[in-house]
């Protein structure tokens, strides 16, 4: 039976050595150069850390959504070549220049902004994002001719430095990202055409960079692959030599024993068919526990997988252990390395009707993360 330390209700446990190993492993089977993508806080994982891992195990570029998560790796101390794609309207780029932050840029105003924000002294290094059927941001091919040509005047200017084009693919089947991919050749050919070398182009995510070969193109952006999460529906983390770095766990807080047929928690969801023991966990949805996973997600109290019972309320939610014999400060894991017997976050993904990406990136702040190095 696993006790949870004193004092400690919930907690998010990062295996940075679980990072470290998941690049290292990717960057073997893709042989491409790896973009370690840390948004959204690396995918709940801390940011700082999981980029310091992903360096680590031989990521060579790291990449934000946007601006502010990548100062904030800047302010961090890390130094890498590291790429924002995703602007607010009418962002300037002087902080990002300053701070040698790539932009990728999406239209002709984003290449003018980056521009503005060049000098001959400094060259802002720009990679052009290219629509090839998304249908979210990117360059569309009508204005390839526009954007192209005004991002090559400013290069030979010296305001900007254009390093990469990259795309970003919709996974809806191998038809339609082989369609994307040929998209992509054809902005490749009109950049050069335009007089633009950039030596950088990359296309595939996860999702891509593991089935589809062809558009690895020497380098691939990594986000959730590289939690140890995969990206495929039908194929678990070890079926991809994987390992998931987040162990989302809490402390049974309280136990109660009750009568058949009691209530538990809001609009009495779940009543116990027997005699039995309640165990309160302290973790709600407040902290990412998503409640729409109420009466389905799965714990592992003392060696033995239970589903949450009735709603999951904000702070808490029960679980009903029959005559298991838990007791309070015993450890209950909602998800984590399915190889050490936890559930699996995509087991919650499942319950909650969403996918394992939401599921480790909406953990709250209110959970601490707890790093270690397996
Ligand atoms: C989030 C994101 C990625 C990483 O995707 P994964 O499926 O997590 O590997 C790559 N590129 C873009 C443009 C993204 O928005």
């Not at 400060?329 to 995509?346: I, K, N, Q, R, T």
Request: hydrophobic share 45%; aromatic share 4%.
């Amino acid at each position: 039976m696993s006790r949870m330390p004193d004092g400690v209700a919930r907690e998010a446990v990062i295996d940075v050595g679980a990072i470290e190993h998941n690049v290292r492993h990717l960057r073997a089977l893709t042989a491409s150069e790896v973009i370690a993508v840390v948004k959204a806080d690396g995918y709940g994982h801390g940011a700082e850390r999981s980029a310091r891992a992903a360096l680590a195990g031989g990521a060579a570029r790291l990449a934000t959504a946007d601006v502010p998560e990548a100062l904030a790796l800047r302010s961090a101390g890390i130094d890498a070549p590291l790429l924002a794609w995703l602007h607010a309207p009418n962002a300037s780029f002087q902080d990002a220049a300053a701070a040698r932050i790539e932009l990728g840029v999406s239209s002709v105003e984003q290449v003018r902004a980056a521009a503005a924000a060049g000098s001959r002294e400094r060259p802002v290094r720009v990679q052009l994002k290219v629509e090839t059927g998304l249908g979210r941001n990117g360059i569309a091919p009508s204005e390839y001719g526009t954007v192209f040509g005004e991002a090559a005047r400013f290069e030979r200017e010296g305001l900007i430095e254009v390093i990469g084009v990259f795309s970003h693919l919709s996974n809806t089947s191998p038809e339609d990202d082989r369609t994307a991919l040929s998209r992509f050749t054809v902005a490749q050919a009109a950049a050069e055409s335009a007089g633009l070398h950039p030596p950088l182009r990359h296309i595939a995510a996860s999702h891509a960079a593991i089935d589809m070969p062809e558009a690895r193109l020497g380098c691939v952006r990594l986000g959730v692959a590289i939690y140890g999460l995969s990206p495929f529906a039908d194929r678990s983390s070890a079926d991809l030599g994987l390992r998931p770095a987040m162990t989302l766990r809490g402390a049974v807080a309280a136990v109660r024993r009750v009568p058949a047929g009691q209530g538990v928690s809001y609009g009495y969801l779940h009543r116990t068919v027997a005699e039995s023991t309640l165990a309160l966990v302290a973790m709600g949805y407040a902290d990412g526990v998503p409640r729409a996973a109420s009466g389905a997600g799965p714990v592992v109290i003392g060696d033995r997988r239970f589903t949450v019972a009735g709603r999951i309320a904000m702070d808490q939610f029960v679980v009903d252990v029959g005559d298991a014999p838990v007791e309070v400060g015993d450890e209950a894991v909602l998800f984590g390395d399915p190889a050490v017997g936890a559930p699996a976050a995509s087991d919650w993904a499942d319950a909650a009707g969403t996918i394992n990406y939401e599921i480790v990136t909406r953990v709250g702040p209110r959970v601490p993360r707890r790093e270690v190095r397996s």
